[in-house]
């Protein structure tokens, strides 16, 4: 079975640019999260989807962040215009509704110039 | 308000020796799940404890829950090469639905 994917790997930009990050969870996991960890911070929750829906985004920064999922499958998380502090490893998990374990993608690493 | 925080933040020991790892959280938590993350890899779960449960093995994993001190502690016996990661605990609540939260990380570092 695949495990959460996610693309690109690794993302170099300018700060004012625009980057998607995608994500694709595994197959039948209705649950989808994104998380983010800045250097030396700890990782940090930004959104929820059940299915296409968003569940909980409460973790987003601010507005220039903008996640979809939808058909609710894969998950893209967009962020313009990119600044230097979003520079950090998005991470992608999904899970089967109720449970507990979530799986993880490799995450993306994004660094903005 | 962070909610795991892992002590210590950086550990180097011999292979061979075993490596202690604590965790301890703020509110009240219906699980507790240890992952682990090598350098440039994504996040592997190891294992997941209960509220309810004290202490839990898988292979030379061994991890302890106090909730009244609302601490964990993850125990890797027989240190290997392989294990050097960073190992971060996360905590999950009722209250806050699927949503888990995780602790800055401590960095394990095996010796040869």
């Known amino acids: 079975e695949a495990g959460v994917t996610q693309f690109p790997s690794h993302s170099v930009i300018e700060k004012g640019q625009t980057v998607t990050l995608r994500c694709d969870p595994i197959?039948?996991?209705?649950?989808l999260y994104w998380y983010r960890r800045v250097m030396g911070k700890e990782i940090k929750f930004l959104l929820h989807?059940?299915?296409?829906?968003?569940?909980?985004e409460s973790g987003m920064p601010n507005n220039r962040f903008l996640a979809e999922r939808t058909g609710g499958t894969y998950s893209t998380l967009k962020v313009q215009p990119a600044e230097l502090e979003d520079s950090g490893v998005y991470f992608c998990?999904?899970?089967?509704?109720?449970?507990?374990?979530?799986?993880f993608g490799p995450g993306t690493r994004l660094l903005v110039l | 308000s962070q909610q795991g925080e892992e002590d210590p933040q950086a550990l180097s020991i011999q292979e061979g020796e075993n490596a202690t790892m604590n965790c301890s959280y703020k509110?009240?938590?219906?699980?507790l799940q240890w992952y682990r993350q090598n350098s440039g890899r994504g996040l592997v779960h190891l294992i997941l404890?209960?509220?309810?449960?004290r202490e839990k093995h898988s292979g030379r994993l061994r991890v302890t829950l106090d909730t009244s001190k609302k601490s964990s502690s993850l125990l890797i016996t027989a240190s290997r090469a392989a294990d050097t990661a960073s190992y971060f605990c996360?905590?999950?609540?009722?209250?806050?639905?699927?949503?888990?939260?995780f602790g800055k990380g401590t960095r394990l570092h095996i010796l040869p």
């Open positions: 998990a999904s899970s089967q509704v109720g449970a507990k374990t979530q799986y």
């Open positions: 197959s039948g996991h209705d649950n």
């Open positions: 989807f059940v299915k296409e829906s968003k569940q909980d």
């Open positions: 509110t009240s938590i219906n699980n």
């Open positions: 404890i209960r509220s309810n449960e």
């Open positions: 996360a905590t999950d609540a009722w209250n806050r639905d699927d949503k888990i939260i």
